[in-house]
T-cell receptor, first 114, second 115 residues
């Protein structure tokens, strides 16, 4: 119920290409879906986030597509650049009586070749 | 500068020893979290706390303990009962609003190695 499944585990894209990372969830009580970017040896940083009442959100080259009926969401990176090479995590947030918690996917290691 | 400070960045521990990882935030956030990161497994929640003097177990709490005596501080103790403690540990904080969630801010992590 608390799991978020992410794919692929690794992704190699040429500069200028489109990177697509997918996530799926089961628990319909999740109400907030952020994506995080992490560089080696650093903590993750928020990239973009979406709520389930919206089907798409775009910020610069980054777009989240959200399919509520399929319980899936994806991150699209347009015009991928070598500086985008990092590990990307999707996450889902749920409010419980004890507080709000974030559950993360397994991560995707993106490599953008120059 | 506001942010989350984790210390130390690298930590070595002998088997059978307890060790405490520090996490301090000056963002005035209510909620704080500890995650463990292992290759290929994403971030797994160890403990979290919504308010001072209260905390909850996450998905992998066994072998760990926490305290929340101050809003700014949420230290994590890795006890000798944790069978495989070598990992990258991340602390995060979030603030609670009445209308919805906000982003989690992460520290730079502590890499713990058992020798």
């Amino acid at each position: 119920q608390q799991q978020v499944k992410q794919s692929p585990q690794s992704l190699i894209v040429q500069k200028g290409g489109i990177s697509i990372i997918n996530c799926a969830y089961e628990n319909t009580a999740f109400d907030y879906f952020p994506w995080y970017q992490q560089f080696p040896g650093k903590g993750p940083a928020l990239l973009i986030a979406i709520r389930p009442d919206v089907s798409e959100k775009k910020e610069g080259r980054f777009t989240i597509s959200f399919n509520k009926s399929a319980k899936q969401f994806s991150l699209h990176i347009m015009d991928s650049q070598p500086g985008d090479s990092a590990t990307y995590f999707c996450a889902a947030s749920i409010r419980e009586t004890s507080g709000s918690r974030l559950t993360f996917g397994e991560g995707t290691q993106l490599t953008v070749n120059p | 500068d506001g942010g989350i400070t984790q210390s130390p960045k690298y930590l070595f521990r002998k088997e059978g020893q307890n060790v405490t990882l520090s996490c301090e935030q000056n963002l005035n956030h209510d909620a704080m979290y500890w995650y463990r990161q292992d290759p290929g497994q994403g971030l797994r929640l160890i403990y979290y706390s919504q308010i001072v003097n209260d905390f909850q177990k996450g998905d992998i709490a066994e072998g760990y303990s926490v305290s929340r005596e101050k809003k700014e501080s949420f230290p994590l103790t890795v006890t000798s009962a944790q069978k495989n403690p070598t990992a990258f540990y991340l602390c995060a904080s979030r603030y609670r609003t009445g209308t919805g969630n906000t982003e989690a801010f992460f520290g730079q992590g502590t890499r713990l190695t058992v020798v």
